[in-house]
């Protein structure tokens, strides 16, 4: 058996810089949330390469350029491993939740460059940071072959505790 280290190592060298990206957004270290949501936006790109490479069946569209936009990555993450997750999200304003996604992200990361488009506030930022990290965590079990249905539950608890949160707000 591998020590906690040791497994963390493995999950390290497997999911190259995803993984500590990861875990800085959801460690209590002082950041604004629109920068944790920033980041974990940013994730899904190189998350996303990394589920490609792992399992053959699986693939990230290219554009017209083969070019994999962050638009893209999100939405083929999201229907591959968040339908449970952003049920509600896909049912009524998925197209319009990928958009202030890219928009949030490239609000922080090209700081001027999206002053009039619509970004995520502060409610939401917390409310998809909390999404983004489950579907996340269900990303990585799939990598690290562990059994999702071991979790399933708690998962489902989970989203159900922050769905209710927010929609009742």
């Given at each position: 058996l591998l020590s906690r280290r040791q497994r963390q190592m493995c999950i390290r060298d497997r999911l190259?810089?995803?993984?500590?990206?990861?875990?800085?957004?959801?460690?209590?270290?002082?950041?604004?949330?629109?920068?944790?949501?920033?980041?974990?936006?940013?994730?899904?790109?190189?998350?996303?390469?990394?589920?490609?490479?792992?399992?053959?069946?699986?693939?990230?569209?290219?554009?017209?350029?083969?070019?994999?936009t962050l638009k893209i990555a999100l939405k083929t993450l999201i229907d591959e491993f968040g339908q449970e997750i952003f049920k509600v999200e896909i049912n009524t304003n998925y197209y319009d939740l990928l958009k202030l996604f890219v928009n949030t992200r490239n609000k922080i990361s090209h700081v001027k460059s999206q002053r009039n488009k619509n970004c995520l506030d502060g409610k939401q930022c917390v409310f998809y940071t909390a999404k983004l990290s489950i579907m996340y965590r269900a990303?990585?079990?799939s990598i690290l072959n562990i059994d999702i249905n071991i979790y399933n539950h708690k998962l489902k608890e989970a989203i159900s505790k922050w769905d209710a949160w927010y929609y009742k707000n």
């Amino acid at each position: 058996l591998l020590s906690r280290r040791q497994r963390q190592m493995c999950i390290r060298d497997r999911l190259d810089i995803a993984y500590p990206m990861f875990m800085y957004c959801l460690s209590d270290i002082p950041m604004p949330v629109d920068c944790k949501i920033a980041s974990l936006i940013e994730i899904a790109k190189p998350l996303g390469e990394i589920v490609e490479k792992k399992n053959r069946g699986f693939s990230m569209p290219r554009n017209d350029r083969n070019k994999l936009t962050l638009k893209i990555a999100l939405k083929t993450l999201i229907d591959e491993f968040g339908q449970e997750i952003f049920k509600v999200e896909i049912n009524t304003n998925y197209y319009d939740l990928l958009k202030l996604f890219v928009n949030t992200r490239n609000k922080i990361s090209h700081v001027k460059s999206q002053r009039n488009k619509n970004c995520l506030d502060g409610k939401q930022c917390v409310f998809y940071t909390a999404k983004l990290s489950i579907m996340y965590r269900a990303i990585l079990y799939s990598i690290l072959n562990i059994d999702i249905n071991i979790y399933n539950h708690k998962l489902k608890e989970a989203i159900s505790k922050w769905d209710a949160w927010y929609y009742k707000n």
